[in-house]
């Protein structure tokens, strides 16, 4: 669906202009490209998961009971990304919705994380405290996702190993429902990445990321969730919250970084600039290509570390594990941000012109080029 629906929506989106022009100095291409890939992704996830519940018999035992709350929630997240892509939304509405969709999921849907597995001495956490953590780690997922498509074919290839392990799993597990929404998740950015690998084609914008984002956290959430009874021998050792850091790596690693780094600075952490991880390895790669594929490598490692872990599970107390997965997490990406803080910095002092006087100057050139055409 996506293969051959995405160059009908190219078109479409060039007509009408929806597209997203370079200029801004944290942006890394340089030439229009639309915006609005989330739409064939949305179409294409939401065919896939209902057509194929269609062809399950109901005395295989397949519950599909959860899932209608979560294709609501994503409906209304889509939309919201969508309006953002094409007029703009405040940030305080988008915090709202958010904050809608995170409370549903987390009391009616019961997404939520209820256990920390033994992790620091804790194990169930009182119901009013789980809710709002769960409704905490779901912004940090949701947003994490979305600043990570800074790069083309970055956030797809990415979306598409995260969805690979979250199906190795729940397929391992018997979580049938679970399953399906990864693997339909899955094969939609693959298609997709087909148009979104540098050169990309076309971007997801905010309704592609936004959309994947909550999908994600549906499914981190359901991992931690796995009844103990229901894993198999080969996997029981694998301590569910490490599994899951090492499948969102990435995107948490980035997101932390830089949001810490600006609260230090004084600034706000929504603050855009071109500190983010992706920024960094452009930097030491210059390519789009070896940059991305960098990434895709770090994160085949994190989950295959992860799953490494049942080997040392009776070994080494869950705490170390996380622990060291932490330190490994962040390690990898300290000799590439030592070596372009040079770069950054220069960077940082390239941006000498005041707003006023680019405004200026780009007005000059447009009274030049119109007196050139005259």
Same mark, same amino acid.
């Given at each position: 669906?996506t293969?051959?629906?995405m #160059?009908?929506?190219?078109k479409?989106?060039?007509l009408?202009?929806?597209?997203d022009?370079p200029?801004?100095?944290?942006?890394?291409?340089? +030439?229009?490209?639309?915006?609005?890939?989330?739409?064939? /992704?949305?179409i294409s996830?939401?065919?896939?998961?209902?057509?194929?519940?269609?062809?399950?018999n109901?005395?295989?035992?397949?519950?599909?009971?959860?899932?209608?709350?979560?294709?609501?929630?994503l409906?209304?997240?889509?939309?919201?990304?969508?309006?953002?892509?094409i007029i703009?939304?405040?940030?305080?509405?988008?915090l709202?919705?958010?904050l809608?969709i995170?409370?549903?999921?987390?009391t009616?849907?019961?997404?939520?994380?209820?256990?920390? &597995?033994g992790?620091?001495?804790?194990?169930?956490?009182p119901?009013?405290?789980?809710?709002?953590?769960?409704?905490?780690?779901?912004?940090?997922?949701?947003?994490?996702?979305?600043?990570?498509?800074?790069l083309?074919?970055?956030?797809?290839?990415?979306?598409?190993?995260?969805?690979?392990?979250?199906?190795?799993?729940?397929?391992s597990?018997?979580a049938?429902?679970?399953?399906l929404?990864?693997?339909?998740? &899955?094969?939609?950015m693959?298609?997709?990445?087909v148009?979104?690998?540098?050169?990309?084609?076309?971007?997801?914008?905010?309704?592609?990321?936004?959309?994947?984002?909550?999908i &994600?956290?549906?499914?981190?959430?359901?991992?931690?969730?796995?009844?103990?009874?229901? /894993?198999?021998?080969?996997?029981?050792?694998?301590?569910?919250?490490?599994l899951v850091?090492?499948?969102?790596?990435y995107?948490?690693?980035?997101?932390?970084?830089?949001?810490?780094?600006?609260a230090?600075?004084g600034?706000?952490?929504?603050? #855009?600039? +071109?500190?983010?991880?992706?920024? +960094?390895?452009m930097?030491?790669?210059?390519?789009h290509?070896?940059?991305?594929?960098v990434?895709? &490598?770090?994160?085949?490692f994190?989950?295959?570390?992860?799953?490494?872990t049942?080997?040392f599970?009776?070994?080494?107390?869950?705490?170390?594990l996380f622990?060291?997965?932490?330190?490994?997490?962040?390690g990898?990406?300290? #000799?590439?941000? +030592?070596?372009t803080?040079?770069?950054y910095?220069?960077?940082?002092?390239?941006?000498t012109?005041p707003?006023?006087?680019?405004k200026?100057?780009?007005?000059?050139?447009?009274?030049?080029?119109r007196?050139?055409?005259?």
């Open positions: 669906m293969l051959f629906g #160059p009908t929506l190219i479409v989106a060039k009408k202009q929806l597209v022009e200029g801004e100095d944290r942006k890394v291409h340089h +030439r229009s490209v639309p915006t609005i890939g989330g739409v064939m /992704i949305f996830v939401f065919f896939n998961v209902l057509f194929w519940v269609g062809f399950v109901a005395e295989a035992g397949f519950n599909f009971n959860a899932q209608p709350l979560t294709m609501a929630c409906v209304l997240i889509f939309f919201t990304g969508l309006k953002d892509d703009g939304m405040s940030p305080s509405k988008k709202l919705v958010h809608f995170g409370i549903a999921l987390t009616i849907g019961q997404y939520r994380i209820e256990s920390f &597995g992790l620091f001495g804790i194990n169930e956490l119901e009013l405290l789980s809710r709002g953590f769960s409704v905490f780690v779901y912004i940090v997922i949701v947003n994490a996702w979305n600043l990570i498509d800074g083309d074919g970055l956030a797809a290839g990415f979306t598409v190993v995260a969805m690979s392990a979250f199906t190795f799993w729940f397929c597990v018997g049938q429902p679970e399953a929404l990864s693997l339909a998740t &899955g094969g939609t693959l298609g997709f990445m148009f979104n690998l540098a050169p990309a084609r076309i971007f997801m914008g905010d309704c592609g990321s936004l959309f994947i984002g909550v &994600g956290y549906v499914l981190a959430t359901s991992l931690m969730s796995t009844p103990a009874e229901n /894993i198999p021998e080969h996997l029981l050792l694998v301590p569910k919250e490490v850091m090492g499948i969102l790596a995107p948490l690693v980035d997101t932390l970084r830089v949001f810490v780094l600006r230090v600075r600034i706000s952490p929504f603050h #855009p600039d +071109r500190n983010h991880l992706h920024h +960094r390895l930097m030491r790669y210059r390519t290509r070896k940059t991305v594929f990434v895709y &490598g770090y994160s085949i994190m989950i295959a570390l992860a799953f490494s049942s080997f599970g009776r070994a080494l107390p869950v705490e170390i622990g060291g997965m932490l330190v490994i997490a962040f990898v990406f300290y #000799p590439t941000l +030592r070596r803080k040079m770069d910095q220069r960077s940082l002092s390239d941006k012109i707003e006023k006087s680019q200026k100057q780009s007005a000059k050139d447009s009274d030049l080029k007196k050139a055409l005259a």
